[in-house]
């Protein structure tokens, strides 16, 4: 046989993961880091009285004013009807409170309010000092690189527009 | 009041989560990316009849010969009750088999068997289809720098030597 025409590419090359190794596969490895960051977060939220769901919760409405409860659950990385619970107990701690939206009767926005603001004043050197001992030892610039890159990728699988 | 003496630096400076933003904090942003990453998996592994602990467990033993139980736990980041459940499973169906350890009588160790390979053959394009969704329009070099960040914060924070 003397085809002259050159090999047809593979319609996908898609590495084995034998190849690849375990350590090359990025979901595997922010899945490990996510794993012991979040265990370690819910450990330290409950010395303080808080759950995993409240304390994210706290922290988006520190920095975004009055979300929607669904947003706050995209934001917040939590399930809506977990974050409802934990909405129904900050809101009986007066930590956030929650009001009817003004162009949609039937859409809740939530705020935090002064008390709110101060608890997460005493959960964010937890949530810093955690991204920083993430990133000892690497330097500026590498990190600066690494959040774009995991901007870049949210963008790639994100469903939501926020 | 002539101090000469160079003013001390600050104890430690930590950036402010509204000065930083949302989107400048690391943790933040790799929730987002592994929480959509996880739920597409579930979804998709629920519709080859797999869950995720399931999943991961063949997708680690594909790679790794015959770890203990324990160090499963770690690599597939599943609670050790969970995937004991998901072990049960898996044996049950054939996937796995499980033998003690010829050194420690108390230890398990977990290998995965003909069909559990074939098994992990057709959930393995998902994953690797997953994992370039998430990096489309990022170029290798990004790619690569990025992986090489990973490894560094695994090993920052990681609490087992594996």
């Known amino acids: 046989m003397t085809d002259q025409s050159p090999p047809e590419p593979p319609?996908?090359?898609?590495?084995?993961?034998?190849?690849?190794?375990?350590?090359?596969?990025?979901?595997y490895l922010m899945n490990r880091i996510m794993g012991r960051y979040n265990a370690s977060f819910r450990e330290e939220m409950a010395e303080m009285?808080?759950?995993?769901?409240?304390?994210?919760?706290?922290?988006?409405l520190?920095?975004?004013?009055?979300?929607?409860?669904?947003?706050?659950?995209?934001?917040?990385?939590?399930?809506?009807?977990?974050?409802?619970?934990?909405?129904?107990?900050?809101?009986?701690?007066?930590?956030?409170?929650?009001?009817?939206?003004?162009?949609?009767?039937?859409?809740?926005?939530?705020?935090?309010?002064?008390?709110?603001?101060?608890?997460?004043?005493?959960?964010?050197?937890?949530?810093a000092q955690a991204q920083a001992r993430m990133f000892r030892g690497i330097p500026e610039a590498e990190r600066a690189a690494f959040l774009g890159t995991l901007k870049k990728i949210l963008t790639n699988i994100r469903k939501h527009e926020l």
Chains 1, 2 share one sequence.
């Open 11 to 27: 319609p996908e090359t898609l590495p084995r993961l034998g190849e690849l190794g375990l350590s090359n596969f990025a979901p």
């Open 62 to 127: 520190s920095v975004i004013e009055g979300p929607l409860i669904r947003e706050l659950a995209v934001y917040a990385v939590v399930e809506q009807s977990t974050l409802s619970r934990a909405l129904d107990q900050l809101a009986g701690e007066g930590l956030v409170r929650r009001a009817t939206d003004a162009a949609d009767s039937r859409a809740t926005r939530v705020f935090i309010t002064e008390p709110g603001r101060a608890v997460f004043e005493r959960l964010w050197p937890h949530m």
């Open 49 to 60: 009285g808080l759950t995993t769901p409240k304390a994210r919760a706290l922290a988006v």
